[in-house]
C-alpha cells in the first residue's frame, strides 16, 4: 500500500508512530509547518528540510483563487511548483470558506462564495474540493466539511450533518487512495454525542486517516482539552489521528498525551512576524528594550541556525528595524522549537519517560504565563 500507519510504542493514550507516504516516512507526533498559498512564510524548502520538517500543509481555498490549482497541475503539481519534495497535505477549504470569505449561499449541496481577494463569486462543493485537491497532489486531502462555531449546538448539529454527508460525497468521489490518502474530519463542537454521532458515520469510509475539526476555534483551552479526551478515542487506533489547526507548545503537549498525531499551525510564523519566538520559559517578545545588549542566543540549548548564529540584540534590531531577515530568522526558531518538541515527545514515549517530560516541559513552559 502507497500509505499505512504503524504505532511503534505507545504510553497510555500517546503513540510514536510512522506514517508512510509516496513522498516519504512522518514520523508521528508531527507538527506540520503552514504553507497556506505554497510557501512557508519567510522560510524556503532548504530551511524546513534543515530543521527537520517532515510534512507540510498547503490550502485549497487559497491557492484555487491564485494562482488556481489548474496552473499547479499544469507545472507539475504542487510538489514541482513549490519545490517541496517531502509530504503535503492540503485542507479542504471549509475553513477558510466559512471565516475568510463572504457566504453567499450555504445549503446542503454547497456553498456558493465571494472571494475574499476580489469578490468573484465560487462555488464549493465536496466534488469540486476533491478535484482541486486532486489538481494540486497533495499526499493527505482533506473530506470538504463545515467547520461551525464550537459552542452554539443548533449550528453545530447542521454542522455535523453536513459533513458527514459531504464527508460521503468527497469518498465517493475519490475512492482510490493508492496515490492520495483521504481523510475525514470529526465536527461535533464541545458536544460529547454530536462528536459520537460525528465520529460513528465517518469511520464507516474507512479513511487512511481521520482529523479532530472545529477546535481551537473559540472554545477555552480547558475545554479544548476535556473534549479531546473523550472524542479522540472515538477515532481508529490502527489510524492516524490529526488536530487542525493547534500549534501552541502547551496545547501540542497535551494533544499527544491524548493520542493526537499530526499537528498544523500557523502560529509560529504568525508570530515571528510580530517578534515573538517559543522559549522553554515561554513566549516572549524579542523586541523588548531588556534584549537591547543581550549577547545570548534566543535558546541556549537550542541547535536550529538562528540560535546557532546570532545573539537576541541582533534579532532585537532585525525586529526594531523592520528587516524581513527577522521574518525568517524568528520563523527558523519557532518552526524548530515546535519540531524538536515533537521529537522529544517522540523518543521519550520510546524511551518511557513521556510523563515526566511533559509535566516538566509544561510546569516551566507556563510560569511565565501564570506569572504574568
Avoid at 504505532?7 to 512522518?26: C, E, L, M, Q, W
Avoid at 463542537?189 to 479513511?207: Q, V
Wanted: contains cysteine.
Amino acid at each position: 500500500m502507497a500509505f499505512s500507519f504503524e504505532v511503534v510504542k505507545s504510553a497510555g493514550k500517546a503513540r510514536a508512530g510512522v506514517f508512510h507516504t509516496p513522498h516519504g516516512d512522518i514520523p508521528t507526533p508531527v507538527f506540520a509547518p503552514v504553507g497556506t498559498v505554497a510557501t512557508v512564510k519567510a522560510v524556503p524548502p532548504r530551511d524546513l528540510h534543515e530543521m527537520g520538517a517532515s510534512l507540510i500543509l498547503s490550502n485549497t481555498y487559497h491557492l484555487h483563487l491564485r494562482p488556481s490549482s489548474e496552473l499547479v497541475r499544469d507545472l507539475g503539481g504542487l510538489h514541482r511548483f513549490m519545490a517541496w519534495d517531502g509530504p503535503i497535505l492540503t485542507d479542504s477549504g471549509g475553513f477558510q470558506v466559512f471565516s475568510l470569505a463572504k457566504i453567499n449561499k450555504i445549503d446542503d449541496e454547497g456553498v456558493t462564495f465571494a472571494s475574499h481577494i476580489d469578490g468573484s463569486r465560487h462555488r464549493f462543493t465536496p466534488e469540486v474540493s476533491m478535484q482541486i485537491q486532486e489538481n494540486l497532489g497533495a499526499d493527505i486531502i482533506m473530506a470538504f466539511d463545515q467547520c461551525p462555531t464550537p459552542k452554539d449546538r443548533r449550528v453545530v448539529e447542521t454542522a455535523v450533518r453536513r459533513t458527514s454527508a459531504w464527508a460521503a460525497r468527497c469518498r465517493e468521489a475519490h475512492a482510490d487512495d493508492s496515490c492520495q490518502a483521504l481523510f475525514c474530519i470529526q465536527q461535533g463542537g464541545i458536544y460529547e454525542d454530536l462528536r459520537a454521532e460525528s465520529s460513528a458515520f465517518i469511520t464507516t469510509l474507512d479513511c487512511p486517516g481521520y482529523a479532530v475539526g472545529g477546535l481551537a476555534v473559540g472554545e477555552s483551552k480547558p475545554e479544548m482539552y476535556a473534549t479531546l479526551d473523550y472524542c479522540v478515542p472515538m477515532l481508529p487506533e490502527e489510524k492516524p489521528r490529526y488536530l487542525m489547526g493547534v500549534g501552541a507548545p502547551d496545547d501540542l503537549a497535551h494533544g499527544v498525551l491524548r493520542g493526537i498525531d499530526i499537528f498544523d499551525c500557523v502560529l509560529p510564523t504568525r508570530l515571528a512576524r510580530h517578534g515573538a519566538v517559543f522559549t522553554p520559559d515561554g513566549q516572549v517578545n524579542i523586541g523588548r528594550a531588556l534584549f537591547q545588549r543581550d549577547e545570548r542566543p534566543l535558546q541556549e540549548d537550542c541547535d536550529c541556525y538562528t540560535c546557532q548564529t546570532f545573539s537576541r540584540a541582533y534579532l532585537r534590531h532585525l525586529v526594531k528595524a523592520g528587516e524581513l531577515l527577522a521574518h525568517n530568522l524568528l520563523s527558523v526558531h519557532n518552526l524548530r522549537f515546535l519540531i524538536r518538541h515533537m521529537e522529544t515527545m517522540r523518543n521519550a514515549i520510546l524511551q518511557g519517560t513521556l510523563e515526566d517530560y511533559t509535566a516538566s516541559f509544561l510546569e516551566r513552559y507556563m510560569h511565565l504565563a501564570k506569572k504574568e
